[in-house]
């Protein structure tokens, strides 16, 4: 059949994060759709990005160099450390404007069902970091789910064991909706975690 090419292409484009089939129709029309230039200047964008674009050997954020940005520069606070799953956590943090301090991706969180232990994800290297006298807070920014809470709960244990003060950013329910429409969980951590007023 004549579109069967296109059919592969909506099936690699479902294939990534957050794209669903109609998404990808639209996705897929567009780029055939597009001019030459367009079309080219697309695909060497990616190309480019994925050729010089590699993981930070100290934090495991994106960088283009061995060590990124944030590791490399003098104006951010050394004294703390917030600890992420993914590297674009870190793009979501920065976003806020509110952490001047570095950072450390753990690569994912603790999973059994899916066979990741805490060898699997970069917490050994965390440890070695926070252990530095200069660092004063480790700010465990993992997910709000049972994962990230069991790998932030692990990470805070061998940090007291080791007298090192961790932090954890604070869940709840989300601001501009209403208890009615927070899940379970998420309102079960908000009655936890309430604050004093
Ligand atoms: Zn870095």
Request: aromatic fraction near 8%; glycine fraction near 8%; charged fraction near 25%.
């Amino acid at each position: 059949m004549s579109d069967d090419l296109f059919i592969k292409m909506v099936s690699t484009l479902t294939s990534l994060p957050g794209i669903g089939k109609k998404s990808a129709y639209r996705i897929g029309f567009f780029l055939l759709r597009a001019d030459d230039a367009t079309f080219k200047q697309f695909i060497s964008n990616l190309t480019t990005v994925k050729e010089r674009l590699k993981f930070c050997s100290v934090c495991g954020g994106l960088t283009e160099w061995e060590i990124c940005d944030i590791c490399s520069s003098s104006n951010r606070d050394s004294s703390i450390i917030c600890v992420v799953e993914q590297p674009e956590d870190i793009f979501f943090i920065e976003s806020t404007g509110e952490y001047k301090g570095k950072y450390h991706v753990l690569n994912g969180s603790i999973s059994p069902l899916d066979g990741i232990g805490p060898d699997q994800l970069r917490i050994k290297s965390l440890i070695v970091r926070a252990e530095q006298d200069a660092v004063h807070e480790v700010l465990i920014a993992t997910n709000p789910t049972i994962e990230g809470d069991v790998t932030a709960a692990y990470i805070h244990n061998i940090l007291k064991e080791k007298k090192i003060r961790a932090t954890r950013i604070a869940h709840g329910v989300t601001v501009g909706s209403t208890i009615e429409f927070a899940d379970q969980y998420t309102l079960g951590k908000a009655i936890r975690s309430r604050l004093v007023l």
